[in-house]
């Protein structure tokens, strides 16, 4: 069935239940589709996101809105063989793309607003392009902060608008090319187009300051990349 108003503009359930059917089509491509609006540059970027965590041979690592996985590679290496590295996502199609990737980790489907685990369980959590598309944000940040132990780190990986009028506008431009390029040659023109038009939506990073204080972290911090295009939050439980 057609969507009434478009996926950008959703809210609340009907937002949750647009995401989920949008990443369930997009789940085959969501790789290919990562790397060529990255400039391949993600992978290098979730390794930076995770050196924030400080995390430890043995820790346990927690990435919500796990999607396909590609955290898992810079979360082993830092939490090693011992450690244990659990994913979390609510759609099954992006979590199977996972589970052909690491055999390590366990995956769980379940909801970022919502999670399934018990209080202070985990010593690092990540999200990657994750806060971006849940239904309630402020809750989402909550619940990182809740299964966080004392002195547990969250860091937040997303794309941002640029601080400069010049470099927003320019890539701006190659945004909307890129993605509607895409969206064209795998048949998902209104998928693709979402993921520009809510980075555009998207709160500002001082508006995730705010949001990730409000759950209870403390030191928080960002660091942008990519000229502005993408920043990463990360900030301590006390
Ligand atoms: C843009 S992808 C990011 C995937 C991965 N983190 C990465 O770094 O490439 C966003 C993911 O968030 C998941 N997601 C969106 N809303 C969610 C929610 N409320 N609970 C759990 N997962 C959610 C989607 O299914 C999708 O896999």
């Known amino acids: 069935m057609k969507q009434q108003i478009p996926i950008w503009e959703t809210q609340n359930e009907e937002k949750g ?17 990562n790397r060529i609006l990255s400039f391949n540059r993600d992978k290098k970027w979730r390794e930076l996101a995770v050196s924030k965590l400080n995390l430890k041979p043995g820790d ?15 979360l082993r290496k830092a939490i ?25 980790s366990k995956l769980v489907l379940g909801d970022a607003c919502n ?29 990182a902060f809740r ?13 941002a608008e640029p601080k400069s009028q010049i470099v927003r506008s320019f890539t701006g431009i190659g945004r909307t090319a890129l ?4 969206g064209r040659s795998l048949k998902s023109k209104d998928d693709y187009r979402y993921l520009n038009e809510s980075s555009k939506r998207f709160k500002t990073r001082q508006e995730l300051v705010q949001i990730m204080q409000a759950a209870g972290f403390t030191d928080v911090n960002y660091q942008d990349l990519m000229f502005g295009n993408i920043c990463i939050h990360w900030g301590t439980k006390p």
């Open 115 to 143: 999670l399934p685990f018990e209080d202070g369980y985990f010593h690092g959590v990540t999200v990657g392009w994750g806060m971006r598309n849940v239904p309630d944000i402020q809750r989402a940040h909550n619940e």
């Open 80 to 104: 090693d063989t011992d450690g244990e590295l659990v994913g979390l996502d609510f759609c099954q199609p992006m979590l199977d793309q996972a589970s052909a990737k690491d055999e390590t």
């Open 147 to 159: 299964v966080l132990g004392p002195e547990g780190m969250f860091v937040s990986i997303d794309c």
């Open 17 to 33: 239940l647009a995401v989920h059917g949008l990443f369930s089509r997009i789940a085959k491509n969501y790789d290919l589709a």
């Open 60 to 74: 346990r690592a927690l990435d919500i809105c796990c999607g396909t996985g590609d955290f898992f590679i810079p």
């Open 179 to 182: 993605t509607g390029i895409l």
